[in-house]
């Protein structure tokens, strides 16, 4: 099956910035629905492979993928895993989690500019609810499915919210079976505030939000909360102004003792240096062994800058 002449030019757009080569193909059969594991992305040297291996909606897929490799290589904020618990399936789930929550914030920009095109149309808004009502189950009043529930309506709030057609009965829909959920959501949505959501800085404000937003509620529903803002990396976005400054008038350096640095087992104490408005990770530091006064000493009177190139940590300015 072959994509549209708007995803071919979709992804002559990304190949142009692309250091390498980008191919798209689809594969499997048609099931009506949308789901998260139809996209996969396989790297083969400076070859990247973009597989939609589902035909219910290969372009939606497809353009919702490049769309968000086009934002990220364009500055947009981005999440990174450099933790480590001593739990290696732990770790795995937690990245998965965190991967999920960020994604609707990037998605308010992502869903916009699908609609803008003509792409959210009734069969596709159909095939992404069946995916939602597929993944879940609805409410019993159990909370064995609560985050879950959470991290899956809250990109459906996202969606939705573009779709330019009535979308009321499907709304009322989600609300019956996911009552308490689809509260939680909308709730997340309206402290997003997606519509000033539209460049690098109001994005990382939206990720701060959903972190911050979803740990809330699961303390409301007294269930262990996710952590993303200590264990996930998100690339800082900072005025140039503050790339000048010392790291010490933008960040606070915290050690943490529950992680370690990567997969390596080593003994350096691993600190988080966090936004000091939001809290954010927004890097990662192993002190020496030794004199770690002085080391901080001079870590905190860098040059934002100058400590970013060293650690090879990614930003973007505003």
């Known amino acids: 099956m072959s994509f549209s002449k708007d995803t071919q030019q979709l992804l002559e757009q990304l190949n142009a910035i692309y250091p390498g080569s980008i191919v798209l193909r689809t594969s499997g059969s048609k099931t009506n629905t949308i789901l998260p594991e139809h996209v996969t992305t396989d790297a083969l040297g400076s070859r990247l492979m973009i597989e939609v291996n589902d035909l219910t909606a290969p372009d939606f897929e497809a353009t919702r993928e490049m769309l968000k490799m086009l934002l990220t290589l364009n500055g947009y904020p981005q999440v990174y895993f450099q933790l480590r618990t001593k739990e290696a399936k732990v770790d795995e789930q937690l990245m998965i989690m965190m991967t999920y929550l960020y994604q609707p914030a990037l998605n308010t920009i992502i869903y916009r500019e699908q609609a803008q095109h003509g792409q959210l149309t009734d069969a596709i808004v159909s095939a992404y609810i069946n995916g939602v009502l597929k993944t879940l189950t609805p409410e019993d009043g159990q909370n064995n499915e609560a985050a879950l529930r959470l991290l899956t309506l809250i990109d459906a709030k996202v969606f939705l919210s573009n779709v330019n057609g009535d979308v009321t009965e499907i709304v009322a829909d989600l609300n019956n079976k996911f009552p308490v959920a689809w509260a939680a959501a909308e709730s997340l949505y309206d402290q997003m505030v997606v519509d000033r959501i539209k460049d690098p800085f109001t994005v990382a404000q939206a990720i701060q939000t959903l972190f911050k937003g979803f740990d809330a509620q699961m303390l409301a529903w007294e269930l262990p909360e996710l952590h993303a803002q200590e264990f996930t990396t998100v690339t800082p976005v900072l005025s ?79």
């Open 240 to 318: 140039q102004k503050q790339l000048e400054q010392p790291i010490s008038s933008n960040y606070g350096i915290r050690h943490v003792d529950l992680y370690q640095f990567g997969d390596e087992d080593n003994q350096n104490a691993v600190f988080i240096g966090e936004d000091k408005l939001s809290g954010q990770n927004s890097f990662i530091l192993k002190a020496p062994g030794k004199d770690t006064a002085a080391f901080f000493k001079e870590i905190y009177a860098l040059p934002t800058k100058e400590l970013f190139d060293q650690l090879k940590q990614p930003y973007t300015t505003y």
